[in-house]
């Protein structure tokens, strides 16, 4: 994605520097469809993960072995993620985690 905004730059920075009125209208047109093209890519992507996030029901994805570590006093979340999905991959899973303090007494 960097390099479209670079490309829409230097379109830019040519119709600044650019003496034939030609030449600006051709700049000016040719960054507006990088605008229109970069922006209908950047909107079909986000629909697709949005889709993508009901493809996979809850009840097809299990979480295995799940431990949580502690080091450098950060904790990590380990697991395996089990896809039962015949038609989907997962290729990305996010967790949310609650976490809060318990009484020492109430550890087992």
Same mark, same amino acid.
């Given at each position: 994605?960097?390099?479209?905004?670079?490309?829409?730059?230097?379109?830019?920075?040519?119709?600044?520097? =650019?003496?034939?009125?030609?030449?600006?209208?051709?700049?000016?047109?040719?960054? =507006?469809?990088?605008?229109?093209?970069?922006?209908?890519?950047?909107?079909?992507?986000?629909?697709?993960? #949005?889709?993508?996030?009901?493809?996979?029901?809850?009840?097809?994805?299990?979480?295995?072995?799940?431990?949580?570590?502690?080091?450098?006093?950060?904790?990590?979340?380990?697991?395996?993620?089990?896809? #039962?999905?015949?038609?989907?991959? =997962?290729?990305?899973?996010?967790?949310?985690?609650?976490?809060?303090?318990?009484?020492?007494?109430?550890?087992?």
């Amino acid at each position: 994605m960097p390099w479209i905004i670079a490309v829409i730059a230097g379109l830019v920075l040519g119709i600044i520097l =650019v003496s034939s009125r030609e030449a600006r209208l051709f700049l000016i047109a040719t960054a =507006v469809l990088l605008i229109g093209a970069a922006t209908w890519f950047i909107m079909s992507d986000q629909a697709r993960e #949005n889709r993508a996030l009901t493809l996979i029901g809850l009840e097809e994805v299990e979480l295995r072995d799940a431990l949580v570590e502690k080091r450098r006093g950060l904790h990590y979340v380990h697991a395996s993620v089990k896809n #039962n999905s015949s038609e989907y991959d =997962v290729r990305r899973l996010t967790i949310q985690v609650r976490a809060h303090e318990c009484p020492e007494e109430d550890l087992s």
